[in-house]
């Protein structure tokens, strides 16, 4: 079944929005020259940094997590950085710290590499909940504090946050708080044969992950189209039906016999910014049911708890929010 946010941008759109869809579009080319098969992802970061939002990637090691991000941050001309979580990993080694400088006999700060556009925090779960617990300020403010002064992280500033489905030893879940701070949830799947003998053919002739210009890729698109865009997303209409089905579906979940945790009115503003996102992506100055639909299982996946005994039957989010979906009502 193809993914609905795979689906081709309208070409019709008069300008300037086209043009900036454009650009945006040309982005998905560039990372298309280094990560296969994964367009569905990199449409959903766009997503992400038009509502200035965060994002979970889960997936199993080596289907091109860390390689999404960097092309992504390459072909947008965006700063990244990168940090590996570890269970003895401290906040300050996120955020920075004051360091004392024994010639002036003062402190000063240090940044750390939190200040950046997009930051990588690699393997999340392996790192005890205190460090966690230090980004959520950078997700929420978009600013860091030390020692009591607050210091504001560039514009854009997302997170994004990998994670690894099936290693249990040694990781620490991340408790609902950090998870209602994701704007996204994305699954990476393993490649398709006809993709994984792609990936093999790059590598065969050549391809470097670590050179991403000897790859070609090249930056087509920077701030000031973000800039604009969200501009553009943010002139998006949303009717009162369109509305009252969005929180129909996120009211849903609060009351499944599966669920001890349904979606919070958090959850329901990200499922509006997600889908006016989307409707502006694919062309259109107005969100649709359909726009809500599509973007009900990334954005509300990670945001809802099943119960114990439902987890044993096998119940699953994904089932549920399904469940949900054909359940509630679809204005017309």
């Known amino acids: 079944m193809t993914n609905p946010i795979e689906t081709t941008m309208d070409a019709e759109t008069p300008?300037?929005?086209?043009?900036?869809?454009?650009?945006?579009?040309?982005?998905?080319?560039?990372?298309?020259?280094?990560?296969?098969?994964?367009?569905?992802?990199?449409?959903?970061?766009?997503?992400?940094?038009?509502?200035?939002?965060?994002?979970?990637?889960?997936?199993?090691?080596?289907?091109?997590?860390t390689l999404l991000v960097r092309t992504l941050a390459a072909s947008l001309d965006l700063d990244t950085k990168r940090v590996q979580f570890t269970p003895d990993l401290m906040p300050g080694d996120v955020t920075g710290s004051l360091v004392y400088d024994a010639r002036t006999a003062e402190f000063s700060f240090r940044e750390g590499p939190v200040f950046t556009n997009l930051l990588l925090a690699d393997e999340i779960n392996r790192t005890p909940p205190k460090t966690q617990a230090s980004l959520l300020e950078a997700m929420e403010e978009r600013q860091v504090s030390v020692d009591g002064t607050p210091r504001p992280l560039p514009d854009p500033f997302i997170v994004i946050a990998t994670q690894n489905p099936v290693e249990y030893e040694g990781t620490y879940s991340l408790p609902e708080a950090q998870l209602d701070r994701f704007l996204l949830k994305l699954v990476l799947p393993l490649p398709e044969r006809e993709q994984e003998i792609e990936v093999l053919a790059r590598h065969a002739a050549g391809f470097d992950p670590r050179n991403l210009a000897g790859a070609g890729v090249r930056p087509v698109a920077g701030k000031h189209v973000l800039d604009a865009a969200r501009a553009e997303v943010a002139r998006v209409q949303v009717s009162s039906e369109v509305l009252g089905y969005a929180v129909d579906v996120c009211r849903a979940t609060r009351f499944s016999p599966s669920l001890s945790l349904g979606v919070s009115p958090r959850g329901a503003t990200a499922l509006l910014a997600t889908s006016r996102a989307w409707a502006w992506l694919s062309g259109r100055a107005y969100v649709t049911p359909d726009d809500v639909k599509a973007l009900a299982h990334p954005t509300l996946r990670h945001r809802v708890q099943l119960r114990a005994e439902a987890e044993l039957e096998g119940v699953t989010a994904e089932g549920v929010l399904d469940t949900v979906l054909a359940s509630v009502p679809v204005p017309r």
């Not at 043009?19 to 560039?30: G, I, N, P, Q």
């Not at 020259?33 to 939002?53: F, P, W």
């Open 15 to 65: 300008r300037p929005s086209q043009e900036l869809r454009s650009a945006l579009a040309a982005v998905r080319t560039e990372v298309g020259k280094a990560v296969v098969g994964q367009d569905s992802a990199v449409t959903s970061l766009l997503i992400a940094l038009l509502c200035r939002g965060h994002v979970l990637l889960e997936g199993v090691p080596g289907v091109a997590k």
